[in-house]
């Protein structure tokens, strides 16, 4: 226990050296780390393959496998990713705010670094890469406890990355592998209050469950996305029919995909059959309600469960419903606060929706697919928050900072004078 | 414990209500609960009348039966305090940033209220009503669990309150007292994370730390203010004198009140003695290191403990110091994040001090009092947060909303196309 918090105070050190840096020098710094990265592929491919063979030896399934691999066009894309948050603006020394009161002092909200932020994370490699440009872009200090299937990548590209930190003059600490995965050495890192400033898991629900539960520290997570397509009566059914099949079919696995349709009664006959065909075409199975079941042939009766699953799968469940109201009701019972969407002519019911809801993303005649750092012009994610507070929805650099103060005077007081 | 998740229950059905009125709605409210619990003065002293008498007879201290006590002065002010709340610009709905994208969605940021929050705080009744109006303007319900000492006080206030919540068609729950003071009920209070967004702790610094001890929900606290004043080399020494007798001087039970001194050795023989005799003139008693006391008489050895403390007392921490960066590293290792001051002439070191800190409010020639919600231009302040995620500094009502994103499109997909 006493390691890990060593360990993390050295990482604050480090962190203090990162947050000092200018912007050039921490975006030269990224570059370099994009150029070290490739330059080490031999060593961190090798580590992988040493995980890959652990991995398969103990019968780890394909999913999780491919999730761990790392090859060459795998690895130019972690570099890629360095590079383009090279390319993003800094958030640090921002002044979001400035205002001058009354009695002539100057006040400016400032972005800053948080500190040090813990990641919490599973199988995948390039999490750290990215997770490490994006802390180390805001000022950070990181801690990397990734999944032991893949420690040895994450050495090989921790120890890559910390080439580059050390020749911009800041300690190799500033990005922090936690080779101890012991869960009471997590839990006593989730513990440090007074050194790590947030956690950030990521993973299944299960690894995020129990990093709330056990963590002191302030946790932003996600656990879960049951996305709603809400297709209202005034609904283009052309433009419903596209965000349905983008936001089910073109990533089932990701959070922001598509997990129940509601459907106007108004316009269920005319919409759930093409629905339906052209859902099947991409070999989705749906769950539905009796309505629905009465207008679509071979429907799997829907349950309650259904209308709460994350399936993260090739099935949704479908429901028609009476009103707009009775979809907002729908969404705040089995919703998860991640992202909405609804499909409307009429902007009164657009605006209704919007206003009602208050998930993380509500989205107008828009795909499900776009609640992501990138597509929401954040420029890259450091993870989604359904945690209503610092951050709600994608989170990119700017979830790494925060805004204090800085006043300047001309020796003003409040109350009493010399 | 069920009674308390079913209280917070409660609080969040009419949370809802309170976020879906009108900024002119909200306002007219908070005004009429300003008359309302004017109205209701006499019941409303008959109640702290009750709480006096009990205290008295449980023998508790004569400053902590001046916070407990309400008069019809101290009532204006309370009504006054609501109708400056009114006179706020509301946060709720502000679109923060619009950004359409290159596929031509439109992506805004959309201030949200939070939802649920939890007031856990000691003897002062006005807290009921000043958090009650903060919360409610920023659209959310409010859960106030309060000392003991004040009950039949804030169940008077809330009762009041509550008449002018009906009267704007909102449940009177949006502003819930918890009357069950056990600790275990507020325990289970602040682990209801499905129900409660953020818990505001208000008190000393053991109710403090037991709230982030046993809570589950996120927590925007600060434990103390240990303030600090540095008079550099280069200082003004009439403006820092001021700055010194202003921060020290006039509310020392403040957390922005000034702790320690720390002064450059360059000036330290010219302004020690011209400080500590101001200072006396006041009552204040100095403590501090060798080099101090060889320069003014009198002054008590200060020990480690002295320089990590909260006085909030007419006493004050001294020391010497050879440079600039040794003023830095004596703040960053007994500081509290809260604010610090730097009283220079030299815009560098000026430009050091705040850079080289990470407090939430650093001061260049202005007293620490100003940091303050008010002072600040935030109109007024739900509490201070040294917490470095979410709000950092004094918390005004954007710190009780967050940021959601609204997406309009026209019927754009990511990958596919129906």
């Not at 190799?172 to 936690?178: G, N, P, R």
């Amino acid at each position: 226990m006493n390691d890990i918090r060593q360990l993390a105070l050295t990482c604050r050190d480090a962190a203090r050296a990162v947050a000092r840096l200018p912007t050039d020098a921490k975006n030269a710094m990224l570059r370099d780390m994009a150029d070290q990265l490739l330059a080490d592929a031999p060593a961190i491919l090798e580590a992988n393959a040493a995980d890959m063979d652990a991995a398969r030896e103990k019968g780890i399934g394909e999913a999780m496998l491919d999730r761990l691999r790392l090859d060459d066009a795998r690895l130019a894309g972690v570099a890629d990713a360095l590079r383009e948050v090279a390319a993003l603006p800094d958030p640090v020394g921002m002044v979001t705010r400035r205002d001058t009161r009354p009695n002539g002092i100057a006040v400016e909200r400032v972005r800053t670094p948080l500190g040090v932020v813990a990641m919490i994370y599973e199988a995948r490699p390039n999490v750290t890469a990215d997770a490490a440009a994006l802390c180390l872009k805001a000022g950070n200090g990181v801690i990397l406890r990734g999944g032991s299937e893949a420690l040895r990548s994450n050495m090989a590209i921790a120890a890559s990355l910390g080439k580059a930190l050390e020749r911009a003059g800041v300690p190799a600490a500033a990005v922090t592998i936690v080779e101890d995965l012991r869960r009471e050495t997590m839990v006593a890192l989730l513990q440090l209050t007074d050194i790590v400033d947030l956690a950030i898991p990521r993973g299944g629900e299960g690894l995020i469950r129990f990093v709330a539960e056990h963590a002191r520290v302030p946790v932003i997570k996600h656990y879960k996305g049951v996305c709603h397509l809400y297709v209202d009566a005034s609904a283009d059914l052309d433009l419903a029919l596209g965000l349905l099949v983008d936001g089910k079919v073109s990533r089932p696995s990701a959070c922001n995909a598509l997990e129940t349709l509601l459907v106007h009664s108004d316009v269920a006959a005319q919409f759930l059959p093409r629905a339906a065909q052209a859902l099947r075409a991409h070999g989705v199975e749906l769950r539905g309600d009796e309505a629905t079941r009465g207008l679509v042939a071979d429907v799997v009766p829907a349950t309650e469960a259904d209308y709460d699953a994350e399936y993260l799968d090739l099935v949704i469940a479908v429901r028609v419903v009476g009103s707009l109201d009775e979809a907002i009701a729908h969404i705040r019972r089995h919703g998860s606060d991640h992202t909405e969407v609804i499909a409307a002519r009429d902007p009164a019911a657009a605006t209704a929706f919007v206003d009602a809801l208050r998930s993380a993303v509500v989205m107008v005649n828009a795909s499900s697919r776009f609640s992501d750092g990138g597509e929401l012009g954040l420029g890259a994610e450091i993870g989604i928050s359904t945690t209503r507070l610092h951050a709600y929805g994608p989170m990119g650099l700017e979830a790494l900072t925060v805004e204090r103060f800085v006043v300047r005077g001309e020796g003003q007081t409040r109350n009493l004078h010399r």
